[in-house]
């Protein structure tokens, strides 16, 4: 059974950093790529962060560039999302995705991404 389980979600203040890991039962998320997406109550799942398997490439929303780090530990076979300078604009549901594939590319559809982890939490407050 493929399962995705996300952990290290919680709570910050305002200009702190977080950082989440993806692990996977059922397969080895080494050969797929990997992605973030994340839910703000009230609004639709967006695309945070995505990983190439095939060639090490990654991709980042509009909102996160420069401030998250999406890298692939393949020691331990996990993906980590690593998140600075958050803001209450962060607050939200952060979900790891796959879909079989390799290759992110364009691929910031929900639809895109057949299996996800149950979500995980995070935070940003004073």
């Known amino acids: 059974q493929v399962q995705l389980v996300e952990s290290g979600g919680g709570l910050v203040q305002p200009g702190g950093s977080l950082r989440l890991s993806c692990a996977a039962s059922?397969?080895?998320?080494?050969?797929?790529?990997v992605g973030w997406f994340r839910q703000a109550p009230g609004k639709e799942r967006e695309g945070v962060a995505c990983?190439?398997?095939?060639?090490?490439?990654?991709y980042y929303g509009d909102s996160v560039k420069d401030r998250f780090t999406i890298s692939r530990d393949k020691t331990n076979h996990t993906v980590a999302l690593q998140m600075d300078s958050l803001s209450a604009e962060d607050t939200a549901v952060y979900y790891c995705?796959?879909?079989?594939?390799?290759?992110?590319?364009?691929?910031?559809?929900?639809?895109?991404?057949?299996?996800w982890g149950q979500g995980t939490q995070v935070t940003v407050s004073l």
């Open positions: 990983h190439s398997s095939a060639d090490e490439s990654t």
């Open positions: 995705v796959t879909g079989g594939f390799t290759r992110c590319g364009s691929r910031w559809a929900t639809s895109d991404y057949r299996y």
């Open positions: 059922g397969f080895t998320l080494d050969y797929y790529a």
